[in-house]
């Protein structure tokens, strides 16, 4: 019953990214709402401080990709352990806040659960506990805000993992109460810090419902929608896992902003977390394996189509999960395999493929898509120097003519991970035949694109 109820969603979705698909085809703008330059729009979710080592290899590794942000979690329960008294030293936050701005890494802080000192440890069911959450939240804002950092009230709060409790489980109506108050809050404790709603596990909405797991993302988005919530916060975060390809986040992305503008608070969107594990589908199952494996090649190629597509969409952050793999990793735990690197800090493929993304494009913006087939995408970016990079993918094997567009002998053609693939007569024109997974490409230079087959 649970294979037929993913293969219906996946045609009902198709479907719908069909359509919408077709209508991007048909542009070769991009979004005009989008204003950071690609790098900026790059995170990691990472899992230090709260009581647990801060490791600064790690965050360097990060740094070195190109990565401009991490998302982390700030526990209430691991600053808080007395009545009023707020430790950020020994729960190691002040070591990362430091080693992250070391590194040029700003943080997206995310301000979450419970604590027992104020009753419930998965959620805030009370005013008193509210009102304790919010003043949690203005000593950090005090203490780390002013420094480019921002701040996401709670993680995941449509699910019953991340808000249960004696009361019941997700509940729209007091996750709004916790941001009136926490938002109200950090906007005076921090006036210029950037404040995230939602973090909703946004994707799969019909599987989370079906299967007893919370409150599908679009409809705990639209009884936020219904209330003055979002006035208080400057971006929505979704949390778009699938089943499959990155570019199906399309229709979602439309349902989420069709909420917000019928709401009247049209807010940026993010994709605030994010992956695909590489765990080995063969091996005993420990957990609950929601998505499908993928190889370490198929995770390179997603990662950075999705860093792109999302970019296209004019989202304003994207957010891979996570950093590294986890320690003693079992082989059939999804949740131990979605790192860029193995816990030893080896770089994974798809490490490479970021690196190599925000080498090229840097602090680019989308200046074109070019329209191709069904299913085919490219992205052209100007940079500073006025130099341009296309980002050339297919969701399906494709064909396409690449010819540069001057004799100057300056175009090329990189693989996802850097290496040079140019190939003989691109000068007069040549075929281009790429797998799927293989993709993207990138086109230095003029080098104009056509559609084959």
């Not at 209508?23 to 709260?50: I, K, Q, W």
């Not at 080995?280 to 499908?292: H, L, T, V």
């Not at 500073?384 to 993918?393: F, K, M, Q």
């Amino acid at each position: 019953m649970f294979a037929a109820l993913m293969s219906f969603i996946v045609f009902r979705r198709s479907v719908a990214v069909l359509i919408l698909m077709g209508a991007l085809a048909c542009s070769s703008d991009p979004p005009s709402e989008r204003v950071m330059t690609f790098a900026d729009t790059v995170g990691v979710n990472t899992h230090y401080a709260s009581g647990g080592v801060v490791d600064h290899d790690a965050l360097a590794r990060l740094a070195e990709a190109g990565v401009r942000f991490i998302r982390n979690d700030l526990t209430w329960a691991s600053v808080e352990k007395q009545l009023g008294v707020y430790d950020f030293v020994g729960s190691g936050f002040d070591e990362l806040v430091e080693t992250s701005e070391s590194l040029g890494l700003r943080i997206l802080f995310i301000l979450d659960y419970g604590n027992p000192l104020y009753g419930e440890t998965s959620a805030v069911v009370d005013e008193e506990a509210r009102q304790a959450f919010a003043a949690f939240a203005t000593a950090a804002a005090r203490r780390y805000g002013g420094r480019g950092h921002s701040w996401e009230i709670w993680n995941e709060p449509n699910l019953l993992q991340f808000w249960s409790s004696t009361e019941g489980g997700p509940d729209p109506a007091l996750y709004v109460e916790l941001v009136r108050s926490t938002a109200a809050a950090l906007r005076t404790a921090d006036p210029d810090g950037g404040i995230a709603v939602g973090a909703l596990f946004f994707g799969l909405p019909e599987i989370t419902e079906a299967a007893g797991l919370g409150i599908g993302g679009p409809r705990f988005l639209e009884s936020i929608a219904a209330t003055d919530t979002l006035s208080l916060a400057d971006e929505v975060t979704l949390h778009l896992y699938r089943l499959d390809r990155p570019e199906g986040t399309a229709a979602e992305i439309q349902i989420a902003r069709d909420l917000l503008d019928a709401s009247g608070y049209p807010l940026p969107i993010s994709s605030g977390e994010w992956g695909y594990s590489t765990y080995d589908p063969s091996a005993p199952p420990d957990g609950f394996n929601f998505i499908p494996a993928v190889t370490p090649n198929r995770q390179a190629s997603y990662l950075a189509r999705m860093l792109l597509f999302n970019y296209s969409l004019g989202l304003q952050r994207s957010v891979i999960f996570k950093d590294r793999d986890a320690q003693d990793a079992n082989p059939g735990n999804i949740e131990h395999h979605w790192g860029l690197m193995e816990w030893d800090l080896t770089r994974k493929p798809s490490y490479f493929a970021v690196s190599t993304l925000t080498e090229l494009l840097g602090d680019a913006e989308l200046s074109e898509i070019l329209p191709l087939g069904a299913g085919e995408h490219a992205l052209r970016f100007e940079r500073p120097d006025g130099s341009r990079v296309t980002a050339l993918w297919a969701e399906q094997r494709a064909t396409w003519s690449l010819r540069a567009e001057t004799a100057s002998g300056d175009a090329r053609v990189l693989a996802r991970d850097g290496s040079d693939l140019t190939p003989a007569g691109l000068s007069d024109g040549v075929q281009w035949t790429l797998e799927p997974d293989d993709g993207p490409i990138y086109l230095i230079g003029d080098i104009s694109v056509g559609h084959l087959r």
